[in-house]
């Protein structure tokens, strides 16, 4: 069994920031956590899901162009845990948030979060 648990969603005022925080548990825990890919993405009302940022398991990262430069994806092996850092945040930013780890063997591999709300009003 895989379990993604996401935390540190909530209701946060325009320009104020949240870290939103990923544990994994089960067979993907331990070692085996670091030759995954983690991702966050995230899904707003009506709209398709989509990937907010990306950390391969060699540390490379990758964003959306829509949070590109106040958002920070980080990862620590030692603790299973994917984390992301959002700054100056916005209304357009309110979505369900969820974490992915990904294996690309002989065949792709996803695992994902239940997710948590992001809530971005005054």
């Known amino acids: 069994q895989v379990q993604l648990v996401e935390s540190g969603g909530g209701l946060v005022q325009p320009g104020g920031s949240l870290r939103l925080s990923c544990a994994a548990s089960?067979?993907?825990?331990?070692?085996?956590?670091?030759?995954?890919?983690m991702g966050w993405y995230r899904q707003a009302p009506g709209k398709q899901r989509e990937l907010v940022a990306a950390?391969?398991?060699?540390?490379?990262?990758s964003y959306a162009e829509s949070v590109k430069g106040r958002s920070a994806i980080s990862r620590d092996n030692a603790k299973n845990t994917v984390s992301l850092q959002m700054n100056s945040l916005k209304p357009e930013d309110t979505a369900v948030y969820y974490c992915?780890?990904?294996?690309?063997?002989?065949?792709?591999?996803?695992?994902w979060g239940q997710g948590t709300q992001v809530t971005v009003s005054s």
């Open positions: 950390i391969t398991s060699g540390g490379s990262t």
């Open positions: 992915n780890a990904k294996f690309m063997g002989i065949y792709r591999v996803d695992y």
């Open positions: 089960g067979s993907i825990s331990g070692s085996i956590f670091s030759i995954y890919d």
